[in-house]
């Protein structure tokens, strides 16, 4: 397993990729999870088997489908044949991908330009564009000072942390970063985004990221019945809107009012599915009033964090999880006191997740 969170880390050179790793043995050996390295090829959810890409069969009682997030890269004009040559990365799932776009950073000139594009929201982790940009800045201070960063936001604003990542830009990084919102990506070629109003943009190392769904196996089963991008899920189970017995966990489901699709909020998902699993194949009632919380730490260079939290109830009339009023919240500043919380966080959800 990579972590996703923190691995805009090992852009900014102040984490590796093994850092981030951790094996899948422990769920075998301390929790007798039977894993299979397989792929699966086809869902029948009338039958309720899995085939697997080996000639395999799996039959099921209840299914849990975590199947992330697919990048729709025909979104933007000439952004596969741009990904196909090497030209443009997107790293937005940690792996061999981040360590090409950290290398692609080490060899652009000094005075050069990074520039990422961020689709319109939802997308995976909301933050996590501007604390990329922040990383790579951060690095720029250290080996090339006269480089720059323009941020090419789809969006009207930033969309999570917003006045704490414009005052670090403002201070930290001033004349280095360069924030422009309502820039929609709509086309690459070469090193040039093109938007569909504003003028185009090139850069010597470019970090396209179009608009998000939810993953193929997603897709091919039937599940994303949301603007054929997301799936609408029971929040008392996450079972599938379209497909009983099949459970949909993280960023791919339609998310509750305010829910972000964070690392944090898909391992809540996941305990609330599990609950609700046990209950049933018990023949006992499921919670019906689930809380949930969520956590989202930013590193704007390499120890010092801002974060932002939630805590969510289910709704019974509503049907849908809301926040609730006065917790959570956001840092005042940066700190490296919450640089270590957000370290300990990363080592704690590995833990729970894997160990």
Not at 178 to 187: F, L, M, S, T
Request: net charge positive.
């Amino acid at each position: 397993f990579v972590s996703c969170p923190l691995s805009n880390l090992v852009l900014g050179g102040s984490k590796t990729l093994a850092d981030l790793t951790t094996p899948y043995t422990a769920l075998g050996a301390r929790h007798g999870v039977k894993l299979m390295a397989d792929r699966v090829a086809r869902i029948d959810p009338a039958r309720r088997e899995v085939m697997l890409a080996s000639g395999g069969l799996l039959s099921y009682d209840r299914l849990v489908l975590a199947p992330g997030i697919d990048l729709h890269h025909t979104s933007i004009d000439g952004l596969v044949p741009a990904l196909q040559s090497g030209t443009v990365l997107q790293a937005w799932k940690a792996g061999p991908e981040t360590l090409a776009l950290r290398r692609q950073l080490e060899a652009m000139p000094d005075g050069g330009v990074f520039a990422i594009a961020i689709p319109e929201a939802p997308y995976r982790c909301p933050p996590g564009p501007y604390e990329r940009a922040c990383q790579v800045a951060s690095y720029f201070t250290q080996a090339k000072p006269k480089s720059k960063v323009i941020i090419l936001d789809a969006n009207a604003d930033v969309t999570s942390k917003g006045p704490l990542f414009k005052k670090v830009w403002a201070e930290q990084y001033k004349g280095m970063i360069d924030y422009r919102p309502q820039h929609k990506a709509v086309a690459v070629k070469g090193r040039t985004v093109h938007f569909d109003v504003q003028p185009e943009v090139s850069a010597d190392v470019l970090n396209v990221l179009p608009e998000m769904r939810g993953g193929a196996i997603a897709q091919q089963t039937g599940v994303l019945n949301v603007n054929g991008r997301w799936a609408a899920v029971d929040f008392l189970s996450f079972e599938s809107a379209v497909h009983p017995n099949i459970h949909v966990i993280g960023d791919s489901i339609q998310a509750a009012p305010l829910m972000p699709k964070s690392g944090h909020m898909a391992n809540q998902h996941a305990k609330v599915a599990a609950a609700a699993i046990v209950a049933r194949l018990r023949g006992q009632p499921v919670n019906d009033a689930p809380m949930i919380n969520n956590t989202c730490y930013s590193f704007v260079d390499a120890t010092r964090v801002v974060h932002v939290a939630s805590v969510h109830r289910y709704d019974a009339e509503k049907k849908t999880f809301l926040t609730v009023p006065g917790a959570g919240g956001v840092s005042a500043a940066p700190s490296e006191l919450e640089g270590s919380y957000a370290l300990s966080w990363a080592r704690n959800i590995w833990a729970d997740t894997l160990a």
